[in-house]
Each structure stands twice: as structure tokens, then as C-alpha cells.
């Protein structure tokens, strides 16, 4: 029987992993990635799968954190990018952070080196034509404008559309580590790393304060045609955050809290700017929350103030783009596929999930369901219990109706977060010994989450046919 190709869209993290899964099922794929014909404000390269906004795939704990739980049916699902992902990770306390070209590197070979995949470089304007059947836009927030176009006319409905800052990155030898001091947040060892994977700069009440002032009397970038866009609250500007209040950023990503500075231990910081490894060789650094509007030479002055960066030379300073999502709820049905056209699914960030890990799982369903598909297989969704069902519940119906105007949905980007899964079932034990009572705060919040990420690993690998391999991966 000849099975005729599955087509894909774009060649970030949700087509790659789409491309992937769907061709290890047995079904030949085209990939259609538009760069180098044509590029985008954010990416540098041409490779598949690059990183445009951190290199850190967030937590790899997978019994407190529901992203590390997600890290984990991905790898039992033989995830093309998670397994890129610990190929190429560099010391990042308790998250996966990867070197950037030696991720995207590896994921492009793989793709490039497998049978039935076939990468056509080529920019995709309008609509999919129907004589390509199954497809999969995974075009990300980056979408071209002219695709974009044709997705509201074939939808009826406007794209909706958010801000979304990038950091910048430091040389590491331009930091003055007689000032700055390597500590991971309470010590924590991660994979990789040691419990000091991060620089941190400190600051006392004086500096904090004229750094916020800096912030936000500094001049900014402005786009005045995207005025009115929601911005996601998980990639704030560091000056949005500061116009909410002065004391916002001291307790986001500039919180000192489980720091202790190696030079002056007695002293405790006001606040504390931290800076993560960004590549294998250890020479870049990028500011760990430090996304930004700000204009370049604005940067350079204002992040020069922060004790350690004086000197900094930076390789790159942040910057500000565009991301297009569309509304899933009303368009799609729970396999990511269009209502108004069948066999055209949607996957990654254009759906509304938010992150990197989050948009290549959403490939890794929308490529296994339309593999299924093409292998005339009925589709199985994943457990509502699993971090994969409660993505897809996200994007494709779990949201509540306005009170004022009925039948709308309220929709926005989301990442993984275990209040998107299903409560533990009545009775659920959270210790062995029965004494249930004796939780408290925190610990009964711990137990919980440790109770939902074990039922949702045991529900993802029956999901997944508890399959040997699938064992052996994790």
C-alpha cells in the first residue's frame, strides 16, 4: 500500500518533533521550513529547532514539577527533541538547559538523516493547498504574515497575537567575579550540574532602587502597530514587571532568596541578578529573566550599573518580537485538527501552549495522531491524567465561558502547571503510613504534586501501550 506523505509546516521544535514522530510511525513526511529563502526577526540560523528566546528547558524534576513530568512521557513517547535536549545540556542547577547549535545541530541531522523525511526550504504564503492531505502548520509565533492572513480567512476568526522579549547574553570574561560568586538557588544539583551553575550579581536596597528608576525612565523600542497586544505574563519585559511595582522584580526573577554571597556571606542581598550558562564551552552567559524592550545603547547602560556586568561585554543584546496564536478552543477538536477543513492540524505555539517543551510535546501528539490517520489506525487521545492530556485539554476546550458575553471563550498562551490536570481522585493516599493529618503548608503540597506526577507516568506509558522501549527510555 502506498501511503501518501504527510506535509508539515515549519521546522522549529513542534515540526521537528511532528516530522519525527510521524516518520518513525512508518509515514514518509515534507517538512517545508521557510529560512534561509526567508528569515524572521529572532532566529540567526537555518538550522531546525533553534532557540531564539533561552536555552533552558525549564525544571527536570519530574515528581514536583509538571514540566519535569512532561520531560518524562516525552522521553517514554522517543522524543526527537528531548533526546537533543540531554545530548546537548550544560550545567543548569535543577533545569535541562542545552547548548543551542549543538541542539539544533543534532536535530537537523536526525531529520536530515532519515528516510522519510524530506526538507524542502521553501516559504509556504497562503493556506496548505488541499491536494497535500494531511498537514501539520507548526509555524510557531514567528508565522509569516501572509500564512497568517490565510489562517483568518479560512477560519473566520483573528489571529490573536502577544508580545515577546528576548534576553541578553554576556561574555563569561567580562564578569567580575570578585564581585559575582557560581551558587545554584538553595544549592540545588540538577542534571548536569553541580549546585553552582548559576553567576549572581548582588545588589543592596540602593542600587535596587536606582536600577528600577533606570528601568523605567530608560527609552524603549516602540511598535506602534502592535499597540494593545497582551503581552504572556511567563516573558515579561523586566520594565513591565517594574511598572507594576517597585518591588516586583525583587521578587521574580531578581529574588535573593536561597543566595548567600560567597564574598560576603554575612551580608544579605537586597536583590540578585542571576545569569545561566549558554553554551557547552561555558563562555556565554544569558540574564536570566532579563527580557526586554529597552533600546540597545539604553541596555548596555542601565545593565552596566548592575554590580559584576560593569565591564560586560555582550554578545547579544535582548530585543522584542511578535508571536501569533490562534483561538484553539473554537477552532479545533481535541486532535489539533481544523473543524472548518479536515486533515489540517495545528501544532506548537500557534495553538496558544507557551514554552518550548510545551510546543514540541503538542508536535509530538499532532504527529502521532496524523500518523495514525495515514495508517488508517483510529486515533487514541492521551489521559486527561497525563501532562500530554492536560496540554491538550488547555488548548482545546478546557477554559471557562464569560459571564458577559456567553459562548465566548477566555483563551490564553499557557505553560504546563499541575492546575491543568485533573484533581487526585477522592481517597488517594499521599504517604504510606495512612497519617494524612499530620501534612501540613508545603508538604501536603509537595505529596500532592508527587501523587499526580506518579498517576500521570503510570496513566502515560498504558496510554503509550506500555511498550518496552518506551521502559528503557525512561
Not at 528516510?115 to 507548526?138: C, D, H, N, Q, Y
Not at 560568586?181 to 548559576?198: I, L
Request: some cysteine; hydrophobic content about 40%; proline content about 6%.
Amino acid at each position: 500500500m502506498t501511503i501518501e506523505p504527510v506535509h508539515v509546516v515549519g521546522g522549529g521544535l513542534a515540526g521537528s518533533e511532528a516530522s519525527w514522530q510521524i516518520a518513525q510511525a512508518g509515514v514518509p513526511v515534507v517538512l517545508h521550513e521557510m529560512r534561509p529563502v526567508r528569515g524572521t526577526d529572532a532566529h540567526k540560523t537555518e538550522g531546525l529547532a533553534e532557540l531564539v528566546c533561552s536555552n533552558s528547558f525549564r525544571s527536570d524534576d519530574a515528581e514536583t514539577n509538571a514540566v519535569g513530568v512532561l520531560h518524562a512521557e516525552m522521553r517514554l513517547a522517543n522524543s526527537l527533541i528531548m533526546a537533543s535536549g540531554d545530548a546537548n545540556q550544560v550545567p543548569a542547577g535543577g533545569a535541562l538547559a542545552v547548548d543551542r547549535d549543538g541542539f539544533s545541530d543534532a536535530v537537523t541531522a536526525r531529520l536530515e538523516a532519515h528516510p522519510l523525511i524530506t526538507i524542502v526550504r521553501e516559504e509556504v504564503s497562503g493556506l496548505p493547498p488541499v491536494e497535500w492531505g494531511k498537514t501539520i502548520i507548526a509555524t510557531g509565533p514567528l508565522t509569516a504574515p501572509s500564512l497568517a492572513e490565510a489562517i483568518a480567512a479560512e477560519t473566520g476568526a483573528d489571529a490573536l497575537a502577544f508580545f515577546d522579549a528576548i534576553a541578553p547574553i554576556v561574555h563569561f570574561d567580562t564578569i567580575d567575579m570578585d564581585v559575582a560568586w557560581f551558587q545554584s538557588r538553595y544549592d540545588k544539583v540538577g542534571p548536569g550540574g553541580t549546585g553552582k551553575d548559576y553567576i549572581n550579581c548582588p545588589m543592596d536596597k540602593e542600587q535596587y532602587d536606582g536600577f528600577i528608576a533606570a528601568l523605567l525612565e530608560g527609552g524603549k523600542t516602540e511598535f506602534k502597530q502592535w499597540e494593545g497586544t497582551p503581552y504572556f505574563d511567563g516573558c515579561l519585559p523586566i520594565e513591565v514587571m517594574a511598572e507594576r511595582g517597585p518591588e516586583t522584580l525583587r521578587h521574580g526573577p531578581m529574588k535573593p532568596m536561597g543566595l548567600t554571597n560567597a564574598h560576603n556571606p554575612s551580608v544579605k542581598a537586597y536583590a540578585v541578578v542571576q545569569l545561566r550558562q549558554d553554551n557547552a564551552l561555558g563562555t556565554l552567559y544569558n540574564m536570566v529573566g532579563f527580557q526586554t524592550k529597552l533600546k540597545h545603547g539604553e541596555q548596555v547602560r542601565i545593565f552596566r550599573t548592575i554590580p559584576g556586568l560593569e565591564n560586560a561585554d555582550f554578545a547579544r543584546l535582548g530585543g522584542l518580537h511578535r508571536n501569533t496564536y490562534i483561538n484553539s478552543p473554537t477552532l479545533l477538536d481535541n486532535s489539533l485538527q481544523l473543524k472548518s477543513r479536515l486533515g489540517l492540524r495545528f501544532a506548537g505555539q500557534i495553538t496558544g501552549c507557551e514554552g518550548y517543551v510545551e510546543s514540541a510535546a503538542i508536535g509530538l501528539l499532532a504527529g502521532r495522531f496524523a500518523a495514525a490517520e495515514s495508517l488508517g489506525q483510529s486515533i487514541s487521545l492521551p489521559p486527561a491524567t497525563t501532562a500530554f492530556g492536560s496540554l491538550l485539554g488547555h488548548i482545546t476546550g478546557g477554559h471557562i465561558t464569560s459571564d458577559d458575553e456567553p459562548g465566548k471563550r477566555s483563551f490564553q498562551p499557557m505553560n504546563i502547571n499541575f492546575g491543568l490536570f485533573p484533581p487526585l481522585e477522592p481517597g488517594t493516599k499521599l504517604r504510606p503510613d495512612g497519617f494524612e493529618g499530620r501534612f501540613r503548608g508545603k508538604d501536603k503540597s509537595i505529596a500532592k504534586k508527587k501523587a499526580m506526577s506518579a498517576r500521570a507516568l503510570a496513566d502515560c506509558r498504558a496510554w503509550l501501550g506500555g511498550m518496552p522501549r518506551a521502559e528503557a527510555a525512561e
